[in-house]
């Protein structure tokens, strides 16, 4: 039922297929042009949770899906400054947003305007927006290290997106397997198909973890543990676990003990690159990292009295999920669950454990057909 319930939850949260199928569409429309008209050999794609398949839809009514992606021009870092390089590809962006409008599309950003590293196009009317973040490559990391200008714009920064992506998928052999399925069926190479066309164990995982943390720090933005963070503690502590609840709380157990400290320095390296430390600003900002001690405190409890509460009720335990991720999820949630035994019953894929619990693992006394009949035709009663 935990899983189920924590499951039914999490699909709720997912980017639609259309708007991901729109998003698409947006990037490699702006990626086409600057190929054409940048000057410079351009490569855009998608980093982060777009790219890994752990998006999870904005918190409120008017919140919009943050894409990520890399702008990688092949220029080498002696022919350029950062500040040149982040100007260079705002020009080229302010560029492709005019040509959008002088020849009457709708469908393009309405304003481009920089960040601390990127620049963001705008799409308000269609749910997202795109951060295009300027990158030169790496020559010392090849082949897909990158340099990324920093919050100074004198110092080069290093990362690596495709690299860890790839780690990523190692973490899973359940994605690995997901993904070879996918390439089968399209008669591609398994590294042309995107980890975002599938949901696997851990990616669910990760969803999990980062929508309970952007609600918990939804008043304090400041504090939140970065989405990175949080996704590379889950992925080192993963295990492989198949059962949604079961795998959330053996990764919640492992991720501290994935925290470095070198000398006096809190460190979480990236997988990809080791000189990029993703725990960063906890050195700066003591705070944060107690921030993050606390959240995953709350979260690891809020697990733990499910699993005390499983026994009263699919009300009881409802009402306790919603507490820690929103009401809206878990009535959608709910009736996702009720869908499911209804399935499984009709399957004859329901059982029921020695302690009287429903199930629909293979160890325990199938559940016979019920035709609902009358007035407790609903599984969720």
Known sequence: MLSMLLDGAVETLDISPDLQQVAIERYEEVGTWLAEHGGYRCRIYPQGSFRLGTVVRPHGRTGEYDIDLVCRLLITKENTTQAQLKQHVGDLLHQYMQWKQQHGHTDGPKTCEPRRRCWTLTYPDQGFHLDVLPAIPDVEHPPT?????????YRW??????GYASWFRTRSEELQRRLIEAAQKRHVNVADVPEWEVRT???????????HCMLRFAHEPDNRPPSILITTLAAQSYRGELDLFTATRSVLAGMEGHIENRHGTWWIPNPAHEEENFADKWNEYPERREAFLAWHRDITGVLDDLIHLQGKGLHVVASRIAESFGHDVVQRSAQKYGDRLRAHTAAGTLGITSTGLLTTTAAATPVRGHTFYGAHADPRD
Request: charged share 15%; hydrophobic share 40%; no cysteine.
């Open 145 to 153: 290290g990158i340099l990324l200008t920093d919050k100074q714009l």
């Open 201 to 211: 164990t851990l990616q669910r995982v990760v969803q999990v973890l980062k929508w």
């Open 157 to 162: 920064q290093h990362s690596n997106p495709i």
